[in-house]
């Protein structure tokens, strides 16, 4: 629908010449790869079909980041979506206090889809609008500063004591890192991490949750399954480590080119076959974003992938607040994208999409004000 009412307002002859940027053109360059890559796929019309769907949303970015350089309502955008993640919490926390379950296999505490995607957005909400908290409290707003740490503390403490996933463990402190260092001078930087460390510390010992979940990771990491016996016990972390492995040998049978897009299927399928248990499953998605891109394109594959993600974290170099949103999305999908394929997968990998589009426009918007004031001013002043 929004596709059906920006397409007619498009001027294509500029959308075309801002396609020279890289942070714009990658995108579509790596669908480009995806679709000539059913070429030397062997499976099916329809595996191929599927392979590509889950590039097609990068088709989305470049158009995103046009509009909304033309447009003044990106932070609506923003708001909205921060809207919609304080009512999720507030609705986690009430369904965690009333021990209500969506479906009889959910948990208390996440009323819509999974715990993994509910954590990824509190997450990115948490680090995005630090940077606010910061200039409230030193502007005097005491009022908004208030109600901004209020919020925080409810994201953060749902993480802690309600749900979270693993890779938003991983992610947080590389994200705290990142704003400290970013905002802080080196002293206030160090001492933040410190006071973290012990806050994190102090919630391990009242969390049982968090306690459980740090345990069971763990435990995960030091039992070593062979997914080739006739058990079925598979830990998550075994699972992991055993998609890895045949990702490395497919990778060394088809380095430069891959297999061709929509090949993770029918690679886990062949490695599923003859085993039960959660060693039998079929999958396509090797867990890693990296070995998902390998596979199916190779070395090639990698480089427009690393290359996209290097030519957004450019565009979001910037001071401004729009810019730290899109660096903390950039870098969120980036870490997430080592333990998972978060870049193809449909919720983490949508929220990349609309958030380096609407915020990328953003900063262009931003950037082409300040230069036509600047010009402006030039054209303005003469010569003695």
């Known amino acids: 629908m929004w596709l059906a009412i920006v397409l007619p307002t498009i001027h294509w002859p500029a959308f075309f010449e801002s396609l020279r940027a ?137 993480m802690r004591f309600v749900a979270t996933s693993r890779t938003t463990l991983v992610c947080f402190p590389v994200l705290l890192a990142l704003f400290a260092f970013k905002f802080l001078n080196r002293r206030h930087a160090i001492y933040l991490l410190v006071f973290a460390a012990i806050v994190e510390g102090a919630v391990m010992l009242s969390s049982p949750y968090l306690r459980d979940r740090v345990e069971r990771t763990v435990q995960d990491s030091q039992v070593t399954v062979d997914s080739n016996t006739a058990t079925p016990a598979a830990t998550s972390n075994g699972l992991r480590l055993a998609y890895w492995r045949t990702s490395t040998r497919s990778i060394s049978e088809a380095p430069i080119f891959g297999h061709g897009t929509g090949s993770t299927k029918q690679l886990f399928e062949r490695e599923a076959e003859g085993k039960t248990g959660e060693w039998g499953w079929s999958i396509r998605n090797p867990h890693n974003q990296t070995l998902y891109a390998a596979i199916q394109w190779g070395a090639l594959g990698c480089l427009v992938l690393y290359a996209m993600w290097y030519f957004h974290l450019q565009l979001f170099r910037g001071s401004t607040f729009a810019a730290w949103v899109g660096l903390v ?56």
């Not at 989305?60 to 919490?89: D, K, N, T």
């Not at 080592?338 to 990349?352: A, R, V």
């Open 22 to 158: 890289p942070a714009r053109s990658l995108p579509l360059a790596f669908f480009a790869l995806a679709l000539i890559g059913v070429l030397w796929a062997s499976d099916t019309a329809a595996v191929k079909l599927l392979g590509l769907s889950p590039v097609a949303k990068l088709l989305a970015i470049p158009l995103l980041i046009y509009h909304y350089e033309r447009s003044e309502r990106g932070h609506w955008v923003l708001i909205a979506f921060l809207a919609s993640c304080v009512l999720l919490m507030g609705v986690s926390w009430a369904t965690y206090f009333a021990d209500w379950k969506p479906s009889p296999n959910g948990m208390a505490g996440v009323p819509v889809r999974n715990y993994i995607d509910q954590s990824h957005e509190f997450a990115l909400c948490l680090f995005a609008v630090a940077p606010l908290l910061l200039s409230f409290a030193a502007n005097g707003h005491r009022a908004w500063a208030i109600a901004l740490a209020a919020i925080m503390l409810g994201f953060y403490c749902d």
């Open 329 to 384: 999305i950039v870098v969120q999908n980036f870490v997430s994208s080592l333990f998972n394929s978060h870049l193809f997968d449909f919720h983490e990998g949508w929220i990349y999409v609309l958030g380096v589009g609407v915020v990328g426009g953003m900063v262009a918007r931003g950037q082409s004000q300040f230069a036509s004031g600047r010009g402006s001013g030039l054209a303005g002043t003469t010569r003695p």
